[in-house]
């Protein structure tokens, strides 16, 4: 399931063409990933740790199970990423309207 959509950034004031949403669609998905990630790794044991490396060829089925059972705070984590990557798209809406005015002309 996409977190973002045109319609919610619609809502966060920013327009752009689809080729240059296909490019921050990719970007958030990336960045939301790696800080998620980030965040995970502080709440982990060291054998916490070692368990979820060995997961690397794992399905996203069994890793998402395993994150839920280990790290107590998951949802919060993604949930507080999200909301802090919204903002700041909604803080740079400016910044894309321009870029994508530039495009245009």
Not at 16 to 22: A, E, I, N, S, V
Request: proline letters at 0%; glycine letters at 2%; zero cysteines.
């Amino acid at each position: 399931m996409a977190l973002l959509s045109k319609e919610l950034l619609k809502e966060l004031g920013i327009e752009m063409r689809d080729q240059d949403y296909q490019l921050l669609e990719e970007h958030f998905e990336t960045t939301l990933r790696t800080r998620v990630i980030e965040e995970i790794v502080e709440e982990l044991s060291i054998d916490q740790a070692r368990q979820l490396a060995t997961m690397q060829q794992s399905s996203d089925e069994q890793l998402l199970n395993w994150l839920r059972a280990n790290v107590l705070n998951f949802s919060e984590i993604v949930s507080d990423e999200v909301d802090i990557l919204l903002g700041e798209l909604a803080e740079n809406s400016d910044a894309f309207n321009r870029a994508a005015d530039n495009q245009s002309d």
